[in-house]
C-alpha cells in the first residue's frame, strides 16, 4: 500500500518537471515560431500558388487531334535561344501541362539552372522559371522568414563577422529544437493524473468559459496534429546546422564520410602523360525519347510523370525518374539507368524496395514539407502548421490565466478549536 501511495506521489512531480521544461522552451521560442510556422503554413502550397500566378508556364489547351511533339525535337532550338546545354527533360503525364526543360549555361554553377517551359503540341516557349510575379516575390519572402527570419535581406551583419543568413538560420533551428522539446513534453503532460479521464483530452468543450475554451483548444489540436509537428520539428534543424544533419543521418544510419577533392585519385599528378593525353570521349548520339520511355514504362508499369536526365559529357547513360500522379500518389519516385546508345536497363531503384532508413533519409525534405502523399498530406501539414502557429498563443494565454490565479487559503478562526470541543 505504501509503495503505490509513494508512485502516485512520484507522478504529480514528474509531471511537473515536464511541465516547466515544456513552459519555457514555449515562452522562450514562441514568437520566432509563430513566425516559423505561419510562413510555413503558406508555403506548403508554393508550388501550387507559384502555378496559379503564372498559368501560361505550366499549362496548355489540347488541340481536338492534337499530338505532343517529340521532346527531343525541341532540345536543339532551346540551347540556341538559351546559349546554354539542356541537361533533363520533364515530360508530364497530363497532356495539358507543358514540357519543362532544365538548362544551364557556360559557367552556371547553381544547383537548379533555368526551365524552360514549352508548349507540347506547337513547340512554342511559354516562359521561364526566371519570370517574376507578386506571388513568386511573395512566396520568396514566405522561405525567407521560414528559413533566416528575413535576416538574409540585411546586407550589414548584425553579429561580428557572422553573415546575417546563418545567424537567422541558427535562430530558426535553435527555436525548432525547442518547440520539438516543447511537443515531446507536451505529450507527457497531455496524459490525465488519473487515466480514466484520457478522454477529456480528445474532445473540446465548445460550450465552456473562455478560459476552459482555450486550454481545450491548445491541449486536443496539439494532440490531434502531434505526429506532424514532430516530423515537422525534428527534420527542420538539418538546413541550420551540420552537426545536427550529420547526427540525423547516423541516427538513420545513412551517414557516409565526404571524400575531399581529388582524395581518391591521390596517385596521378596534373601532369600525368597518360591522362594529358587521353582522347575525348565522343558524344553519344541519343535515340528518340520514345525508345527510353517504351523502356521505363516496362520496368515501371504504371502511369506517371517523367525526368529524363541526359548524360554528362563523355558519359554514356542517361537516367529516368518516374513518380506517380494523383491526390495520394507518393512524392518519391523510382530510378533507371538506361544506356543512351541502346536503351538497355543497367539499373532499377524501385524507391519501395529500400531498407526503410534509406526510404526516411531520402524523404527528409518531403516530410518536412508534407509532401509525401500528394495533395492527401499536404493539407494534412496545412492544418497541421495553422494548429502549430496557435499553439505559443494558446499555450501563452493558460500561463497567464495561471498567474492570475491567486490561491485563496482561508484562516481558521483562533476558537475554531474551541467550537469543535
Known sequence: ??????????WPKVRKVFNDIHLWTGLISGVVVIAIC??????????????????HLHKVTVPEQGTRLPAESLIADIEELSEGKVTAV?????????????????GDNSRRGVIY??????????????????????????????????????EEPLIGDLPNRTLGSYISGTATILFTLGVLTGLVIWFPQKLRNWRQGLSIRWSANWKRLNHDLHNTLAFYSLVFLFLMGVTGPQWSFP?????????????????????????ASPGDASQADAPEPEAVELLSFSVYLAAADEALPYAGNYRISLPDEGGSSLSIQKTRTGFFAPAAGDQLRLDAATARIEEV?????????????????????????????????????????????????????KMKKQPARRRKPAFAGQLVR
Open 1 to 10: 500500500m505504501a509503495g503505490r501511495t509513494r508512485r502516485k506521489g512520484a
Open 38 to 55: 505561419l510562413s510555413g503554413t503558406i508555403y506548403t502550397y508554393n508550388t501550387e500558388l507559384r502555378e496559379w500566378a503564372s498559368p
Open 90 to 106: 520533364s515530360i508530364p503525364e497530363n497532356p495539358s501541362r507543358t514540357y519543362e526543360f532544365t538548362v544551364r549555361a557556360a
Open 117 to 154: 517551359y514549352a508548349n507540347p503540341y506547337t513547340g512554342d516557349i511559354t516562359g521561364t522559371s526566371n519570370e517574376v510575379t507578386r506571388t513568386a516575390e511573395f512566396m520568396q519572402t514566405m522561405f525567407s522568414l521560414h528559413r533566416w527570419l528575413l535576416l538574409d535581406r540585411i
Open 243 to 267: 552537426w545536427y544533419r550529420t547526427g540525423l543521418q547516423k541516427a538513420l544510419g545513412t551517414y557516409q564520410e565526404r571524400t575531399p577533392p581529388g582524395r581518391g585519385n591521390a596517385g
Open 349 to 401: 531503384e524501385i524507391f519501395r524496395d529500400k531498407p526503410f532508413n534509406e526510404r526516411v533519409a531520402r524523404s527528409i525534405k518531403a516530410l518536412h514539407v508534407g509532401n509525401v502523399y500528394g495533395q492527401f498530406t499536404k493539407l494534412l501539414y496545412f492544418l497541421a502548421c495553422l494548429i502549430a502557429t496557435s499553439l505559443p498563443i494558446t499555450g501563452t494565454m493558460i500561463w497567464l490565466n
